[in-house]
């Protein structure tokens, strides 16, 4: 129903920047809120950002609160993760995500949404 395509990942020195794009296609009138996830090799799919789609209000996880700026382009049906001030423990492959409707679970947990990508590997060397 809802497709979604990350891009811009890659390599890049701790202490630089990335910026991510989500492209989103299908049935898409229904967007409530978009967010991206990352997860590294071994540990659990982890919260990153979240962007509340008609008011464009976000939500961020403490440990990139400060460094990573999340944004929309309504129009477009994408989404963006703005990375700076990378860490090697920034390290992961990066997902976005769709919630078509609100859940009870909220935008801070896998559960909240609906849709998912195929991931974008983001890798910082030190």
């Known amino acids: 129903q809802v497709q979604l395509v990350e891009s811009g990942g890659g390599l890049v020195q701790a202490g630089g920047s990335l910026r991510l794009s989500c492209a989103a296609s299908?049935?898409?009138?229904?967007?409530?809120?978009m967010g991206w996830f990352r997860q590294a090799p071994g540990k659990e799919r982890e919260f990153v950002a979240a962007?509340?789609?008609?008011?464009?209000?976000?939500y961020y996880a403490n440990s990139v609160k400060g460094r990573f700026t999340i944004s929309r382009d309504n129009a477009k049906n994408t989404v963006y993760l703005q990375m700076s001030s990378l860490r090697p423990e920034d390290m992961a492959v990066y997902y976005c995500a769709v919630a078509q409707r609100f859940r009870s679970a909220g935008l801070g947990t896998p559960a909240g949404y609906d849709y998912w990508g195929q991931g974008t590997q983001v890798t910082v060397s030190s």
């Open positions: 962007i509340w789609w008609s008011g464009g209000s976000t």
């Open positions: 299908g049935r898409t009138f229904s967007t409530y809120a």
